[in-house]
């Protein structure tokens, strides 16, 4: 998805994230998005896109998804065998 987005970006496009309410799946998936692209922990991006949009809510597996991505991310300008 990162990828996805980031070409999209790169060329010129706009990305439009969106479920059924945009609370649950697109929040998160927005918020994965914040932290990959600004380099900002889970709590600062749930914070900045809560301020953008407060009906986000990362519930249940969704909130484990944003801390796993924070552990396992790997710092801007390191390859993953780095």
């Not at 407060?54 to 300008?77: H, K, T, W």
């Amino acid at each position: 998805m990162f990828s996805w987005v980031d070409g999209a970006l790169d060329g010129g496009g706009s990305v439009l994230v969106h479920c059924l309410a945009g609370a649950h799946r697109a929040g998160t998936t927005g918020i994965l998005l914040l932290m990959h692209k600004t380099g900002v922990g889970a709590e600062q991006a749930t914070a900045a896109a809560e301020a953008a949009r407060p009906i986000i809510d990362p519930i249940f597996d969704f909130v484990d998804c944003l801390s796993m991505y924070e552990r396992n991310r790997q710092p801007a300008g390191r390859s993953p065998s780095a």
